[in-house]
């Protein structure tokens, strides 16, 4: 069976600190690592990483995968009230057939 | 920018009604997606469609679920008799393609589905 690990599964901090969160996979034919923001409803899109090494970033936020020892970070720095949310990992895996497996998710919480 | 849409935000219906919940995919998307995610749970994988043929699906996805895409742009997800344990929220995501490539899945804001 599929796994999605992510840890810690909350985090209260200060805006303005740096935070790091884990996803570790154990997955069948893995294909990509996803990283999606949910705040009230809908998991919005972060990110994408199929390959190691490569860090990936979009302002504030970065992630990256490393496939020998299966795990992603995203990276979050000079936090926000508005970047409380839960950050799911999701692991697309499946031959011909490709579908997304979730963590359970960080909730992160920045208090101002 | 395009984004994926779901009727009706929120549908309460009873134990052992028929429910239809309906999505709009980014019109240009080929793959198309249910998940699920029971209140404080994981978002589950319910099924995958492509090419108007179902192309994989979970256990979750028994013989009470179907999905279908009766026109060019709608995708529907019936559950035929529900139970109390399908109150979730249910999520459609579309991708521009799924096999043999990676393509990100754009999610929609959901239809929350309360069986009473």
């Known amino acids: 069976e599929d796994k999605v690990v992510q840890s810690p599964l909350s985090l209260v901090v200060h805006e303005g600190d740096t935070v790091t969160l884990n996803c570790s996979y154990e997955v069948t034919n893995f294909r990509s690592l996803l990283w999606y923001k949910q705040e009230k409803k809908a998991p919005t899109f972060l990110f994408m990483l199929t390959s190691s090494g490569i860090e990936k970033k979009s302002g504030r936020l970065s992630s990256i995968l490393d496939k020998k020892e299966l795990f992603s970070i995203l990276n979050i720095t000079a936090t926000q009230t508005g970047d409380s949310a839960i950050y799911l990992c999701?692991?697309?895996?499946?031959?011909?057939?490709?579908?997304?497996?979730f963590g359970k998710g960080t909730l992160l919480t920045v208090n101002p | 920018e395009p984004e994926v849409t779901q009727t009706p935000s929120h549908q309460v219906t009873q134990m052992g009604q028929e429910v239809i919940l309906r999505c709009v995919p980014i019109?240009?998307?080929?793959?198309f997606y249910w998940y699920r995610q029971i209140l404080g749970q994981k978002v589950e994988f319910l099924v995958s469609f492509y090419n108007n043929e179902i192309s994989e699906k979970s256990e979750i996805f028994d013989d009470q679920f179907s999905v279908e895409r009766p026109d060019g742009s709608n995708f529907t997800l019936k559950i035929r008799s529900t139970k109390l344990e399908d109150s979730a929220m249910y999520f459609c995501?579309?991708?521009?393609?799924?096999?043999?490539?990676?393509?990100?899945?754009?999610f929609g804001p959901g239809t929350r589905l309360t069986v009473t």
């Open positions: 995501a579309s991708s521009e393609a799924g096999q043999g490539d990676s393509y990100e899945q754009y």
């Open positions: 999701a692991v697309g895996s499946g031959g011909s057939n490709y579908k997304l497996t």
């Open positions: 019109s240009n998307h080929l793959y």
